[in-house]
């Protein structure tokens, strides 16, 4: 049994305008040791679905099951959640100057991390494991830095010291939702093999939310392709890059520039998002599919298995036989998706 495992789950806002149906019968499951990549463009419901796995969605209607060592999230109180976040679940926001006090050094603040749900170890200890924690990631002379102020680090530095007081309490479930937007890729790089790093040390589970198919490619294990509030896609990365399904994880992988070293010209997906209060009858992407046909107007395929494997599965009436699948996006596109070599 996987260590998290989402069933069914809706997430709804009412708003002046209608109601705003963020998340759609979401599931996925995050397996100890392994990354969990959910990808999609901005609006398609990947925070969404994880802060409110974690109960900071207030206001929200929320049905389905998250169910972590057989509690289930979505059903606790918030009490009872703060035991969980952070002792058994953390979480690595986008910005971390906004998670991190601007008046309080950061030392102080994985101190108090730390103390919050340790309250028999002493402020000497906890200091002690802060600056331990900020060596492990990386962080230069942790000594020293650990009683800067957020301002006094870089971007990047910010963000590995998030990594850290995500860590500070060696949860089980690490949530990283978009680790490394607005990092260079020098920067991202090294946050990213101080994840790995942590795992391979934890055996921490990771769900990484990220629409970068480049940082999937690199440390995903899975992925959750997520469009209109849906999964569209479920695969092994292997699968997601090398013998994808759904028009729209290919529509993703022709916008890469220069995908597999072949292409000179970028292929962007045609139109817009949906507006998640009216969505489009039938298929959420058939606007902007290039595959559509009258059925997909209609009906809202569910996910079938793709070639006979139960691991892949994808959202769309297209034959789920790889080999007319690959004929028949030779036919429309011009040629088939490379695959990265397998380790």
Not at 152 to 173: E, T, V, Y
Not at 265 to 270: A, G, N, S
Request: with cysteine.
């Amino acid at each position: 049994m996987a260590l998290l495992e989402v069933s069914d789950l809706h997430v709804s806002f009412p708003t002046p305008d209608g109601v705003v149906q963020a998340v759609r019968g979401l599931s996925f499951a995050a397996e100890a040791g392994k990354t969990l990549g959910i990808v999609g463009e901005s609006g398609s419901g990947k925070s969404v679905a994880t802060q409110t796995i974690m109960g900071l969605t207030r206001g929200a209607r929320v049905s389905g099951q998250a169910m972590f060592e057989d509690k289930d999230l979505l059903a606790m109180d918030q009490k009872a959640l703060r035991s969980v976040r952070g002792d058994e679940v953390g979480m690595i926001f986008q910005d971390p100057l906004s998670s991190l006090h601007p008046y309080y050094r950061v030392g102080w603040q994985i101190v108090e991390m730390i103390r919050n749900n340790h309250k028999d170890i002493s402020k000497a200890k906890a200091k002690a494991r802060a600056v331990e924690l900020l060596g492990l990631v990386g962080i230069p002379q942790p000594d020293r830095r650990v009683d800067d102020f957020p301002h006094q680090f870089s971007g990047g530095m910010r963000q590995r010291a998030m990594i850290a007081m995500a860590m500070s309490l060696n949860p089980k479930l690490l949530i990283a939702d978009e680790p490394t937007t607005a990092l260079d890729v020098t920067v991202q790089a090294q946050v990213l093999q101080v994840m790995r790093r942590l795992q391979e040390e934890f055996g921490t589970a990771i769900i990484l939310i990220t629409h970068d198919l480049g940082v999937v490619a690199e440390v995903a294990d899975d992925v959750v392709v997520m469009y209109a509030g849906s999964a569209m896609e479920k695969a092994d990365r292997y699968e997601i890059f090398g013998a994808s399904h759904h028009p729209y994880t290919e529509g993703l992988l022709q916008s890469l520039p220069a995908y597999g070293g072949v292409r000179e010209r970028l292929h962007p997906i045609p139109g817009q998002p949906p507006s998640l209060i009216n969505l489009p009858g039938g298929c959420p992407f058939h606007p902007r599919c290039p595959y559509v046909m009258d059925r997909c107007r209609i009906e809202e395929p569910p996910l079938f298995e793709v070639g006979g494997n139960p691991t892949h599965t994808s959202a769309c009436w297209l034959t789920l036989d790889l080999v007319e699948r690959t004929a028949l996006r030779d036919k429309v596109v011009g040629g088939q998706l490379p695959s990265p070599s397998r380790p």
